[in-house]
């Protein structure tokens, strides 16, 4: 249950895969990993600020090109065989449904690179991942980035890590029909190991600030509620038109633009109290990133923790994306002497992130594991997270 306790990741098993499921070696093996947000939630739809790091789960891909334009994916996590398209064919108004709906992550990748008039091409690959999917980590965009990254790579097509990360996430919007943020690909093409990536999601300009917990005598806990409310969808679509129309209301392009000592000022011209109280959230979650940097390029991590606490109160209050799960993940893990913790990632299910002291790991996981066994909830998985490497060429 705890990080320790990691499947081991033998550096050759995602080739030798590969080899049984094509008959013949990959040309190389490129890995890009998941993601939490420290801070900066729901923020980066309204072109703010986010400070997420990389997971050391990643997904490994590997890949070969083919020279007769036929793409043919298959998944480790997926039993149902190999699924084979042709590069040419591949169209955005069609995406894969059903079991074959995974397919569309790695597809659309070649198909953004393609409709960016890059000449990636045909490929076989094979995909192997400990990223646990819909846990809020991001296993969508660790698919993405380093399918980009393979076909970047054996076609020789000069991408900076950036640019892989756009083409990722139009893949997930347009392809995929997913209309996430730029948050996800970015941490996953960019972070770097022991730092938290602070990125305006404007500009993309992107500063990568030491966090290295294991020094400082912290460990961050991740805590995979595994629960997803049917929620989700409906409400973030709720929560993106409601910050469009407060933007409209104010004057302003998007609410990243209102600055935080202009906040009570601003609210005083809204008369919707729900827009009210997304505009509070979205502007002092804006600010909370900016403080958060600054105690870590400071060292002083701790300190985080509070700010931490502030941004999930504001979540479930003002956002109203929290769950009952994610709440008590977040009470139970602050009552056992954590420094802070809140949800991560959209909400409605999903993890939620605790910073604590190394040696209270065994007393926060077993007062989560109490808690929602008495509060009638399935076991939650704990895992500790280390800020890790972002994507790269693994073989
Ligand atoms: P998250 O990104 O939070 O894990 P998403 O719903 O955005 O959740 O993405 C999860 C989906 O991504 C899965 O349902 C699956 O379709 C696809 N996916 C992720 N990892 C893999 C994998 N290793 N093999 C096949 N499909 C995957
Ligand atoms: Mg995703």
Not at 41 to 65: I, S
Not at 317 to 322: A, K, M, T
């Given at each position: 249950m705890s990080g320790t306790t990691r499947e081991p990741r033998p550096a050759n098993r995602t080739a030798r895969e590969f080899e049984k499921v094509y008959g013949y070696p990959p040309e190389g093996v490129w890995a890009a990993p998941g993601r939490v947000n420290l801070i900066g939630?729901?923020?980066?739809?309204?072109?703010?600020?986010?400070?997420?790091?990389?997971?050391?789960?990643?997904?490994?891909?590997?890949?070969?090109?083919r020279a007769d334009g036929m793409l043919r994916l298959h998944s480790a996590y997926v039993p149902s065989g190999v699924v084979t398209l042709e590069v040419t064919g591949l169209d955005p108004a069609h995406p894969p449904q059903g079991a074959d709906r995974w397919t569309g992550y790695p597809a659309g990748m070649v198909w953004a690179l393609l409709d960016a008039g890059l000449p990636a091409g045909g490929a076989d690959l094979h995909i192997r991942s400990d990223v646990p999917t819909g846990a809020g980590l991001s296993s969508s965009a660790a698919l993405e980035t380093a399918t980009g990254l393979a076909l970047t790579?054996?076609?020789?097509?000069?991408?900076?890590?950036?640019?892989?990360?756009?083409?990722?996430?139009?893949?997930?919007?347009?392809?995929?029909?997913?209309?996430?943020?730029?948050?996800?690909?970015?941490?996953?093409?960019c972070a770097t190991e022991g730092h938290a990536l602070h990125l305006d999601t404007r500009t993309l300009e992107q500063r990568h600030i030491p966090f290295d917990c294991?020094?400082?005598?912290?460990?961050?806990?991740?805590?995979?509620?595994?629960?997803?409310?049917?929620?989700?969808?409906g409400a973030y679509a709720?929560?993106?038109?409601?910050?469009?129309?407060?933007?409209?209301?104010?004057g302003i392009p998007t609410l990243r633009d209102l600055p935080y000592p202009e906040l009570e000022q601003a609210l005083g011209r809204l008369t919707d109290p729900v827009q009210r109280r997304r505009v509070?959230?979205?502007?002092?979650?804006?600010?909370?990133?900016?403080?958060?940097?600054?105690?870590?390029?400071?060292?002083?991590?701790?300190?985080?923790?509070?700010?931490?606490?502030?941004?999930?109160?504001?979540?479930?209050?003002?956002?109203?994306?929290?769950?009952?799960?994610?709440?008590?993940?977040?009470?139970t893990a602050d009552a056992a002497g954590a420094y802070g913790s809140r949800m991560t990632g959209g909400g409605f299910g999903g993890s939620a992130l605790a910073l604590i002291d190394v040696d209270a790991e065994p007393e926060v996981t077993r007062a989560l594991a109490e808690a929602f066994r008495r509060a009638g909830f399935a076991p939650p998985h704990v895992m500790a997270a280390e800020p890790s490497a972002g994507a790269g060429r693994i073989r």
């Open positions: 939630e729901h923020t980066d739809y309204n072109d703010g600020f986010v400070l997420p790091f990389a997971l050391p789960q990643r997904t490994e891909v590997a890949a070969a090109r790579e054996l076609y020789g097509i000069p991408l900076t890590r950036s640019a892989l990360a756009v083409l990722a996430r139009r893949a997930e919007n347009a392809y995929v029909g997913v209309p996430c943020g730029i948050m996800d690909q970015m941490a996953s093409a294991a020094s400082a005598g912290l460990r961050l806990l991740v805590v995979d509620t595994r629960v997803t409310h049917d929620l989700a969808d709720q929560r993106r038109a409601s910050c469009r129309a407060a933007a409209e209301s104010l509070r959230h979205v502007v002092t979650e804006n600010e909370r990133v900016a403080r958060v940097g600054e105690l870590l390029s400071a060292g002083r991590l701790r300190e985080t923790g509070r700010l931490l606490t502030e941004g999930h109160t504001s979540l479930r209050d003002d956002y109203e994306v929290s769950c009952p799960e994610l709440d008590l993940a977040v009470s």
